[in-house]
């Protein structure tokens, strides 16, 4: 395993560290300050297109694709600490260069699944920014932790499918420039094997029966990165049956498919923020007095500041690895590393930031700093894309597998 950057990403570090520099951290007050003369609070600021159209001149524009024919070609190990930089400033970054969720896990499924149909109508202007999306799973009635649970109806009549159920933290729905769904229900809700039964299918936005009810807030945030999160309604939609992504029961495998890059973008990111948190804490160590001397000179501090380095050290090289070993033998011979990752990173970085926090007082918790809004992002990938307790039952039995 050899973990050095090659030219090319040293390249693409070097760029995009001084676009971060020169426009994304002055930008981030002023997106707050035009998001609070919005006539929603779901519409774009203005400086975010602007940040848009910086990151594609310069060429940081769709770098997660792996795939060269639709973005940048980079391997999960080159994206690697692209996607850590942008992790810095979560709530901007990957948005300015197209590298956000949902849309970069929908983006990978139309490109790794869909028809040149959908390719043509939801993925080309995808990849051009031109639209926003989301992605419907998670359910209130249900454990959706155990994706085999879900209730939402997907029957076939004649050319067309009719959708009927509701989904909640559907991200990217609250967005005005969210276009299109993909949408994850039961078409076989009967069949014999628990993961054949589902199917994926693609829904405009705009289609007759679907209700955008209500937002869903996060610790009291309204993740604008993210275009919020929303409770969605089906009430018997109907679409062609030329939408359905992949085939009829491909849904569980297409979901699967999509997380486990979804899983270690986040930890990428993770990372960058407990990066960001590091910074801040020694900023206000050595700027603050406390008791006659400065924070920086006091034990539990430094102690805090040590275990974070260390900490993030290691979260960074089981990341590297994870990212190598899916690059040269793919996401299944990396399934172990891709949950060890995803349990051990927002685990650690939410401890991280809870330090951060502590050390800046009451303005760790306010809205002067960005720790609390990094907490809260970092807080809920300790269940996005599957708890902590799902992975590590699946690793656990793993394990046991080889003792029985």
């Known amino acids: 395993m050899d973990f050095a950057f090659d030219a090319r990403t040293e390249e693409l570090r070097a760029r995009l560290l001084a676009f971060m520099d020169e426009y994304v951290y002055p930008a981030e007050a002023v997106a707050e300050e035009q998001r609070a003369a919005l006539a929603s609070p779901w519409d774009t600021p203005a400086v975010v297109a602007e940040l848009k159209a910086e990151a594609r001149r310069q060429g940081l524009w769709n770098l997660f694709l792996p795939d060269a024919g639709y973005g940048a070609g980079l391997t999960n190990l080159q994206y690697a600490p692209l996607a850590e930089i942008t992790g810095r400033s979560p709530h901007l970054a990957p948005t300015a260069t197209n590298c956000a969720a949902p849309d970069t896990g929908n983006m990978e499924v139309l490109a790794q699944f869909g028809t040149d149909e959908q390719k043509k109508r939801w993925l080309e202007p995808l990849l051009a920014g031109e639209i926003r999306s989301a992605f419907a799973m998670t359910e209130p009635e249900v454990a959706s932790s155990d994706a085999t649970n879900i209730t939402t109806h997907i029957e076939r009549d004649g050319d067309e499918y ?129 008791f006659g001397k400065a924070l920086a000179q006091q034990g539990v501090v430094q102690n805090w500041i040590a275990d974070a380095r260390v900490t993030v050290e290691q979260l960074r090289l089981l990341v590297l690895k994870t990212a190598w070993l899916m690059d040269t033998v793919g996401n299944k011979g990396a399934h172990t590393e891709i949950q060890a990752i995803k349990i051990a990173t927002p685990r650690a970085v939410v401890g991280i930031l809870d330090r951060a926090i502590q050390l800046h007082g009451a303005g760790g918790v306010s809205q002067d700093f960005p720790l609390a809004e990094l907490y809260a992002s970092a807080r809920t990938l300790m269940l996005a894309d599957g708890p902590d307790e799902v992975h590590q039952r699946s690793l656990a039995r793993r394990e046991l597998k080889k003792y029985l």
């Not at 420039?177 to 829904?203: E, N």
């Not at 309204?222 to 919020?228: A, I, K, L, R, V």
């Open 162 to 290: 009719v959708i009927t159920g509701r989904k909640w933290y559907i991200s990217g729905a609250m967005n005005p420039d969210c276009a299109i769904f993909i949408v994850m229900g039961k078409t076989d809700p009967d069949g014999a094997d628990i993961r054949r039964q589902q199917s994926m299918v693609l829904v405009p936005r705009n289609t007759p029966g679907v209700t955008v009810k209500r937002a869903m807030r996060v610790f009291g945030y309204e993740d604008h990165s993210h275009g919020g999160h929303a409770e969605v309604v089906f009430d018997r939609v109907r679409v062609p049956v030329a939408n359905l992504v992949g085939e009829e029961g491909g849904g569980f495998a297409i979901a699967q498919a999509r997380l486990g890059p979804g899983r270690i973008h986040h930890c990428m990111r993770l990372i960058g923020m407990a990066e960001r948190a590091i910074e801040l804490m020694c900023r206000r160590a050595v700027s603050r007095t406390a």
